[in-house]
């Protein structure tokens, strides 16, 4: 069993940048792909961001050259540094690890 909470959501102006954290339960130095994930209202959820567990990222091309995937396997916590942040950043975003996912939170994008 794996819990994975999120934090650092918020309202930021376009432009902004924010900083998403997602603890996990258990030690993360062993969990293959880790991920970041969104859904804006009426829409799917949609993969933003992946890391593996050497390290290699890869990125939707809508967040490509603004988001960074991070993992601190000391602190079994992975981040997503987000700027230059657009209106249609937009949603709940949510980390996930195979069948287990956090509860989300919003980040709101908006003048």
């Known amino acids: 069993q794996v819990r994975l909470v999120e934090s650092g959501g918020g309202l930021v102006q376009p432009g902004g940048s924010l900083r998403l954290s997602c603890a996990a339960s258990?030690?993360?130095?062993?969990?293959?792909?880790m991920g970041w994930y969104r859904q804006a209202s009426g829409k799917q959820r949609e993969s933003v961001a992946t890391?593996?567990?050497?390290?290699?990222?890869n990125y939707a091309d809508a967040v490509k050259g603004r988001f960074t995937i991070s993992r601190d396997n000391a602190k079994n916590t992975m981040y997503l540094q987000m700027n230059s942040l657009k209106p249609e950043d937009t949603a709940v975003y949510y980390c996930?690890?195979?069948?287990?996912w956090g509860q989300g939170t919003q980040v709101t994008v908006s003048s």
């Open positions: 996930g690890y195979r069948v287990y």
């Open positions: 258990v030690s993360i130095a062993s969990l293959n792909t």
């Open positions: 890391i593996s567990s050497g390290g290699s990222t």
